[in-house]
T-cell receptor, first 112, second 110 residues
């Protein structure tokens, strides 16, 4: 059974703080993803990684960066948190084929 | 036109009813398709892949119509536990070309 874990379920941060969200998968998947989900907008891809130290921008990368130093771990960094980054953040992983994605439980981030 | 479109619903159906959702996609080069289920305030979970020949898993049947560019999900004998949002997912080829629909909300009523 695929397991994807995220470091926090709920997080409250202040504007301007640097925020780290961590994701770990135990299925040796090559691909990992960070999404945010907002009401009415669905899932939007922030960044993805297809190998260690490799990363590519998704649809909304502004204000975010990522790090993948080990295959099983993919971190999302908010360099300077802003209130419009209040959202549900979901991490996912997938193998190379057939690209079925498996999600972590999500982190609900509130920036005040 | 959105890449993947779903009727947001909600679909309110009585227990035991049959309900069907459609999802249209705009890119004819799309290669693989999935249905995910998302419960309130939880993560999306893979429900089933959608194959060209159609596939069935218990009360759930998924179909693909390439000519009209849509996929469908049919749920028979609805249960209260089927209440959730159903997300359509389309892959245009490769790990980075996945698009999620915004989901269709289903509420099964006793």
């Amino acid at each position: 059974d695929v397991k994807v874990t995220q470091s926090s379920r709920y997080l409250v941060k202040r504007t301007g703080e640097k925020v780290f969200l961590e994701c770990v998968q135990d299925m040796d998947h090559e691909n990992m993803f960070w999404y945010r989900q907002d009401p009415g907008l669905g899932l939007r891809l922030i960044y993805f990684s297809y190998d260690v130290k490799m990363k590519e921008k998704g649809d909304i990368p502004e204000g975010y960066s990522v790090s993948r130093e080990k295959k099983e771990r993919f971190s999302l960094i908010l360099e300077s948190a802003s209130t419009n980054q209040t959202s549900m953040y979901l991490c996912a992983s997938s193998s190379t084929e057939p690209y079925e994605q498996y999600f972590g439980p999500g982190t609900r981030l509130t920036v005040t | 036109r959105k890449e993947v479109e779903q009727d947001p619903g909600p679909f309110n159906v009585p227990e035991g009813a049959t309900v069907a959702f459609n999802c249209t996609y705009s890119n004819s080069a799309s290669q693989s398709f999935f249905w995910y289920r998302q419960d309130c305030r939880k993560e999306p979970k893979l429900l089933m892949s959608v194959y060209s020949s159609g596939n069935e898993d218990g009360r759930f049947t998924a179909q693909l119509n390439r000519a009209s560019q849509y996929i469908s999900l049919l749920i028979r004998d609805s249960k209260l536990s089927d209440s959730a949002t159903y997300l359509c997912v389309v892959n245009r080829g490769g790990y980075q070309k996945v698009t999620f629909g915004t989901g269709t909300k289903l509420q099964v009523i006793p």
